[in-house]
């Protein structure tokens, strides 16, 4: 236990309180080998999502995300009678594993931690999209281990989470001052490395620098998703004329945003051979024949869809079929490890031939080494995006808008 003897020379240095959970958490994902490691705090009827770390996952989580307990993707993990450690939650969910914030769940270890004061905090653990079954109380032990370290590190008082939650006077400086930057991962071609894409990104920064999920997170508190997402794709598209005709430009559109009535207007003077609509659906959509009447006429005129986050959340097969995206973009989930990892080869393997049965266009999100690069590109992946090629950077650094500032 390395990782272990590394928190508790950190706790002995006198290291932040910060530091301490943030190494703590660290500690726990890996030595379990899980996909996100928690501190989930309790306040009264409901469940704050305190810290997490969870690489090639952050996007789908956002400190401060809350959600009634009883009613909650995972409330019954609360009760008293509900076991700690679960090596395959399809045991305990007749068959299906259940979704915890948009993620699914197949793998779940949960301790009680308290407070620095003594007082009952909330819960410290972490868990995997898929069941592993070498889990065992060894494991849990380790976990409560951790998360007594950790108790002199939490400190007392309600509402600590506050501070990494979004209000809506940020949301509305945010939004009135256009304070945000956008940004571009670039997409290439698996087998020669050239770019064939950008997806635009966005940097959301006030007087400090603010995770996009949980700005996204705030304005769908207050049913402003719509805005916030037509304001960035129109600053987006300001961009296109700029890129090269064989280079495309994926932005990202939520479901709600789509059927908004002035979502449209936006594209109303776009070229659209180099445009890609990617759909983020982190919702379940209930009429999807409405989805693809709204996105037709856009479609009609050339712009390319991508469906996103294959294998994550309600982005499943069914969404595939409905849509026939041009594009589809497999998950970090998915990616992560992919050349250790039969099941996970087995899946983009089948993917692949549906690509190619359908004519679309495979995109592996999240590449971070080489072995999954080489991988992906043997199964037949064509395309590819993550830090072993390029983090994001800005996209005024790659073209400038005609006539205007970057």
Not at 5 to 30: E, K
Not at 58 to 66: D, K, N, P, Q
Not at 316 to 324: K, R, V
Request: net charge negative; proline share 5%; hydrophobic share 45%.
């Amino acid at each position: 236990m390395t990782d272990l003897f590394a928190l508790q020379a950190l706790r002995a240095a006198g290291a932040s309180d910060d530091d301490v959970i943030g190494q703590a958490l660290r500690t726990i994902r890996q030595h379990l080998g899980m996909a996100i490691s928690f501190l989930v705090e309790r306040d009264q009827a409901d469940a704050v999502l305190r810290v997490f770390d969870a690489p090639g996952h952050g996007r789908h989580l956002s400190v401060g995300a809350r959600w009634t307990i009883d009613v909650g993707d995972i409330g019954p993990v609360w009760g008293a009678d509900h076991p700690q450690l679960i090596a395959d939650m399809r045991k305990t969910n007749a068959g299906e594993r259940p979704n915890w914030l948009g993620l699914p769940v197949g793998a779940w270890i949960a301790v009680p931690v308290a407070r620095a004061d003594g007082a009952q905090f909330g819960l410290f653990g972490a868990l995997s999209p898929d069941p592993d079954l070498s889990l065992n109380m060894r494991d849990m032990k380790v976990a409560q281990s951790v998360a007594g370290l950790l108790e002199k590190h939490i400190q007392p008082g309600p509402g600590d989470h506050d501070a990494h939650r979004v209000s809506p006077t940020v949301l509305d400086e945010i939004m009135s001052g256009a304070k945000y930057h956008l940004q571009a991962q670039p997409i290439v071609a698996l087998d020669r490395g050239q770019v064939q894409g950008y997806e635009a990104l966005c940097r959301f920064e006030t007087d400090r620098i603010w995770d996009a999920a949980a700005v996204f997170a705030a304005a769908a508190r207050v049913h402003r998703t719509a805005e916030l997402e037509q304001q960035i794709i129109a600053r987006a598209l300001r961009y296109l004329s700029g890129l090269p005709s064989d280079i495309y430009l994926s932005i990202n559109a939520s479901p709600e945003t789509v059927f908004n009535p002035g979502f449209s207007a936006l594209f109303d003077e776009v070229h659209f051979s180099n445009l890609v609509l990617e759909i983020t659906e982190h919702r379940a959509v209930d009429d999807y024949d409405a989805l693809l009447a709204r996105l037709a006429p856009l479609r009609q005129a050339g712009m390319r869809l991508a469906v996103d986050d294959t294998g994550m959340g309600h982005s499943g097969l069914h969404q595939i079929l409905a849509l026939s995206p041009d594009l589809i973009k497999l998950d970090r989930a998915l990616v992560a490890g992919i050349d250790a990892d039969a099941a996970k080869r087995a899946m983009c393997a089948a993917m692949v031939h549906y690509a190619t049965e359908t004519g679309a266009t495979l995109v592996a999100e999240g590449i971070e080494t080489v072995a999954e690069h080489r991988c992906l590109r043997d199964l037949g992946v064509a395309r590819g995006q993550g830090y072993l090629f390029a983090h994001p950077r800005p996209l005024a650094d790659l073209m400038v808008p005609p006539g205007s500032a970057a």
